[in-house]
């Protein structure tokens, strides 16, 4: 599980929601709670189309992969 900084506006037709951290992640909903939701599956699908990308890059190549953990404050 990561943690990412969701960032939400109000708007007169309700809310917009974003990541700080992962550019592409961003909704919008009618309600909070539904553009939080909305936010979680945006996450998702930009993380594996980013991978699903990065694969197709390196496909028959010799790489490296690994997980990589950073803390940033």
């Excluded at 961003?26 to 699903?52: D, P, S």
Aim: charged share 35%; glycine share 6%.
């Amino acid at each position: 599980m990561e943690k990412f900084t969701a960032v939400f506006e109000r708007y007169p037709e309700g809310w917009l929601g974003y990541v700080e951290e992962l550019p592409g992640a961003n909704t919008q909903g009618r309600t909070l709670e539904e553009t939080r939701e909305n936010l979680k599956e945006a996450i998702q699908l930009v993380i594996e189309a980013n991978r699903e990308l990065s694969r197709r890059e390196y496909e028959g190549k010799v790489v490296i992969r690994e997980e990589l953990l950073v803390t940033v404050s």
